[in-house]
């Protein structure tokens, strides 16, 4: 899972004081945003049909990355600073979570359209797919409402979103999420993190064994509005396993849970994480972001190495390697892809080629 589920809002702020910051010395696009990707995304039944979210739309290839197209934001329904979280489903279909709705295309992207009903207007943070079914998938909608109460849901697709059903009943109305995820080997089970609302602010993990019907509440220590807990990943093998980034103020830090969330272990502290992935297997960890290069440890014992100074903006791991955003200014790429865990890696994407 790609840690970009962090608040999209902080991250477009972040954006653009990084534009400003940048722009007597790179270019701009032309909604004047500094030109990175965010968020890589493999087909899981096409491994040559790749997607990235970058800060000027969305790029597709489906020949591995040899040929690139080029989505725009207003084809998607978005624009500015948003950066939406994206899924790719069993089909090859496009799903984007916005401030405003839901977005898919069914048809490699000509046709994009809004949700209807119940998910319009919607403000939807967070995305997941079924790894065993990718037909499959999870959103995560949570808005503020008029009278200030939070209205929180999540809804299920069997059909590579086409059609959607509420899962179980809404979450009280003082609880915000911001992300999801389903456990590999079990899609049973789901997880959800936020925060409650005062007087603490608390963060708190919702567990589900039952697809959504019903949930516990399970409080991440250190955490509250100010250092709030964004899920990272979970094993592909245990459900029980699970690790949550925990934004902080001053720095980020990687917790893990080996009892569905019942206690907490914190790992791993950076300035920032903005990129978090485990291998297939699940028995490496990555982690980075463009202040801190890139880490990575073996899971059972989670003693994090750096391997390299890379800029890490996001990553992804699949059988193919390990794909990661970056500075193409800096790294040479805005995507790339490692085959021996990190130490290298290989362009995928450069503007050049767009």
């Given amino acids: 899972m790609n840690l970009p589920s962090m608040n999209r809002i902080a991250l477009g702020l972040a954006a653009a004081a990084a534009g400003l910051a940048l722009s007597a010395a790179a270019p701009a696009l032309a909604n004047g945003r500094y030109p990175t990707a965010g968020q890589i995304l493999v087909d899981p039944a096409d491994p040559e049909h790749i997607v990235v979210r970058a800060t000027y739309g969305v790029l597709t290839t489906r020949d591995g990355g040899e040929r690139w197209s080029w989505i725009c934001e207003a084809a998607v329904g978005y624009s500015g600073f948003e950066d939406p979280m994206m899924v790719v489903t069993a089909d090859g279909s496009m799903l984007a979570g916005l401030f405003d709705g839901l977005s898919a295309t069914h048809d490699g992207g000509c046709d994009w359209q809004i949700a209807e009903g119940a998910l319009a207007r919607r403000n939807i943070v967070d995305l997941s797919i079924d790894r065993a079914d ?6 995560l909608g949570s808005s503020v409402m008029a009278s200030d109460a939070i209205l929180t849901q999540v809804w299920a697709s069997e059909d590579d979103g086409r059609t959607w059903t509420q899962a179980g009943e809404d979450f009280p109305s003082t609880f915000l999420g911001v992300t999801l995820d389903s456990a590999p080997s079990d899609p049973r089970r789901i997880y959800v993190s936020g925060r409650r609302n005062g007087p603490t602010f608390q963060g708190i993990v919702r567990r589900s064994d039952d697809r959504g019907a ?80 890139l880490w990575v440890a073996p899971t059972d014992t989670l003693e994090f190495t750096q391997v390299g100074q890379l800029g890490v903006r996001c990553l992804t791991w699949t059988a193919r390697g390990l794909f990661a955003c970056a500075d193409e200014l800096v790294d040479g790429f805005s995507a790339g892809v490692s085959t021996d865990g990190g130490a290298t890696f ?9």
């Fill in 134 to 139: 990718p037909a499959s998938v999870l959103l």
């Fill in 214 to 293: 019903t949930w516990e509440e399970l409080d991440v220590p250190g955490s509250d509005d100010r250092n709030l807990p964004y899920l990272g990943a979970v094993d592909p093998e245990d459900p029980d396993v699970v690790y949550v980034r925990r934004d902080g103020d001053g720095a980020d830090a990687l917790l893990v849970s080996r009892d569905g969330g019942a206690t907490w272990r914190e790992v791993f502290q950076a300035v920032s994480l903005l990129g978090l992935a485990l291998s297939p297997d699940g028995t490496r960890i990555a982690a980075g972001s463009d202040m801190d290069g």
């Fill in 346 to 354: 290989s362009p995928l994407m450069t503007l050049d080629r767009l």
